[in-house]
C-alpha cells in the first residue's frame, strides 16, 4: 500500500466506478449471454428428438440412431426438450400432410444435398423475417435430406447436414428465439396458426429452389 492509502493499482479505483455506473446493464449482458447459450445448447438436442420422432411417426423402417445425428445418450431424458419436440412435431405433421409440398419435395433434385441445402436455407432466412414456421420449415426439410442420406448409407453427408443447420440457428436465428422467450414460444404459435399459409410458404420456398437447381444444371 502506498502512503496515504492509495492503491497500488490506480486504475482498479476507476474501474470500479466505471463498473458501479451503469450495474443494471452489466447484470443484463451477463444474463444475455446466459440466455442465448441455454437456447443455443437446446438447438441440437431439440433438432435431434424432431428427427427422431418424425422418423418413427411416418413409420419410417430405415431410421437414424440417436449417436448417429451426434447426439448423447441422456439428452433425450429433458423432459422440456421432449415437450418443445412434441409441439414442433405438430408443425411437421402438418406439413406431411400438404399434398403441395410432398409434391415439390419428391421433385427436388438430390444428387447435390449439400448445395439443396444452403438455397433452401438462404431462402427461409435470408430477409430476415424469421417466424416459427420459418424455423420449423427449416427443421424438416433438414428431417427429409437426412433421412434420404441416411438411407443410402451417407453418413458424411447426415453428419454435415446437422452441422450446418446448427450453426445456421446460431449464428441468425438464437436472437429471434431469445425475443420470443425462448423455445418455448412455438406454443403459443401453434395455437394461433394458419397451417395453410405455412403449407404454402414451404412448398413455395422448394419449389423456387428446385427450378434453380434444375436450371443451374
Given amino acids: 500500500m502506498a502512503e496515504g492509502g ?3 493499482n490506480p486504475g482498479a479505483g476507476r474501474q470500479h466506478e466505471e463498473d458501479g455506473d451503469d450495474p ?3 447484470k443484463q449482458r451477463l444474463r444475455r449471454g446466459s440466455v442465448a447459450d441455454r437456447i443455443s445448447q437446446q438447438a441440437g438436442p431439440l433438432l435431434r428428438r424432431f428427427i427422431l420422432d418424425q422418423a418413427e411417426s411416418e413409420g419410417v423402417d430405415k431410421r437414424p440412431t440417436l449417436e448417429d445425428l451426434g447426439g448423447q445418450p441422456g439428452e433425450l431424458t429433458d423432459k422440456s426438450i421432449s415437450e418443445i419436440a412434441q409441439q414442433i412435431k405438430i408443425i411437421g405433421d402438418e406439413l406431411n400432410r400438404n399434398a403441395e409440398l410432398q409434391q415439390v419435395i419428391k421433385q427436388l433434385p438430390l444428387d447435390s444435398p449439400r448445395e439443396l441445402f444452403k438455397k433452401v436455407a438462404c431462402e427461409i432466412i435470408s430477409d430476415g423475417n424469421i417466424n416459427w ?7 424438416y426439410f433438414t428431417y427429409k435430406l437426412i433421412m434420404r442420406a441416411f438411407s443410402h448409407d451417407l453418413m458424411d453427408i447426415v453428419h ?3 452441422n450446418w443447420v446448427l450453426e445456421l440457428i446460431y449464428d441468425r436465428v438464437v436472437q429471434w428465439i431469445i425475443d420470443q422467450g425462448g423455445w418455448e414460444g412455438v406454443r403459443d404459435y401453434i395455437s394461433r396458426t394458419n397451417w395453410q399459409m405455412v403449407g404454402g410458404f414451404a412448398a413455395g ?6 427450378i434453380y437447381l434444375v436450371k443451374s444444371k
Fill in 205 to 210: 420456398v422448394l419449389f423456387s429452389v428446385a
Fill in 6 to 8: 492509495a492503491s497500488e
Fill in 24 to 26: 443494471v446493464s452489466s
Fill in 133 to 139: 414456421g420459418r424455423v420449423v420449415t427449416l427443421f
Fill in 160 to 162: 454435415t447436414l446437422m
